[in-house]
């Protein structure tokens, strides 16, 4: 059985920092691994995704994610934040082969910026 | 883009009543999937279904029914609703080669009283 772990619950920076919001996964085998992203009141929408290759993979409005096999974890970055990335963050886990594409979620970070 | 549209959007329900929440979705995607919300345990799989036909039962699906009568179509059925099915419902899709990437709805506020 594969975990999902994402240790703060509430991250908050001031607009233009940078920040770092953390997925930690258990699973001894190759995973698939993916960050979610939802604004107050709605769905939640794909950012990006990992399986194989560079372990630095992009995503849309600056965000990178970066995989480490050795920590077990897929850290979500953005260099500069913005008000309109305040929102509920998800990072989620797939184990390849199951056929049912079933995504485990972890419980999310909420991210906010100082006023 | 992809679209999933659910049903209604908020639903007041007593103890013991029938509800039914509904999803739709354009993508022509074989997966979808049911989810609740609840704060402190992120989002929770219910029920799944790879296509028209089929459902499958996710970590946490006592209490609730599923029915996929069509590619596009599939419902969440609480047959005897309780308080603790308050939550909010999303519905999402996927296509079923590469299924990490998942389209939701809008998510639909439940509230059994």
């Known amino acids: 059985t594969q975990t999902v772990s994402q240790s703060d619950a509430h991250v908050t920076v001031f607009e233009g920092d940078s920040v770092e919001l953390r997925c930690n996964y258990s699973y001894g085998g190759s995973i698939y691994l993916s960050w979610y992203i939802q604004h107050h009141g709605h769905g939640l929408q794909f950012l990006l995704k990992y399986y194989s290759g560079n372990p630095v993979v992009q995503g849309v409005n600056g965000f990178e994610a970066e995989f480490s096999k050795s920590d077990s974890s897929f850290h979500l970055r953005k260099a500069s934040v913005h008000w309109s990335d305040s929102a509920v963050y998800f990072c989620a886990v797939r184990l390849p082969g199951t056929g049912s594409n079933r995504l485990t979620f972890g419980k999310g970070t909420k991210f906010s910026l100082i006023p | 883009e992809a679209a999933v549209t659910q049903s209604p959007r908020n639903k007041v329900a007593v103890t013991g009543g029938k509800v039914t929440l509904s999803c739709n979705q354009t993508?022509?995607?074989?997966?979808m999937y049911w989810y609740r919300q609840d704060t402190g345990h992120g989002l929770r799989l219910i029920h799944y279904s790879y296509g028209a036909g089929s459902t499958e039962k996710g970590d946490i699906p006592d209490g609730y029914k599923a029915s996929r009568p069509s590619q596009e179509n599939f419902s969440l059925i609480l047959e005897l609703a309780t308080p603790s099915q308050t939550s909010v419902y999303f519905c999402?899709?996927?296509?079923?080669?590469?299924?990490?990437?998942?389209?939701f709805g809008p998510g639909t506020r439940l509230t059994v009283l």
């Open positions: 999402a899709s996927g296509e079923s080669d590469w299924g990490v990437e998942q389209y």
């Open positions: 993508n022509n995607h074989n997966n």
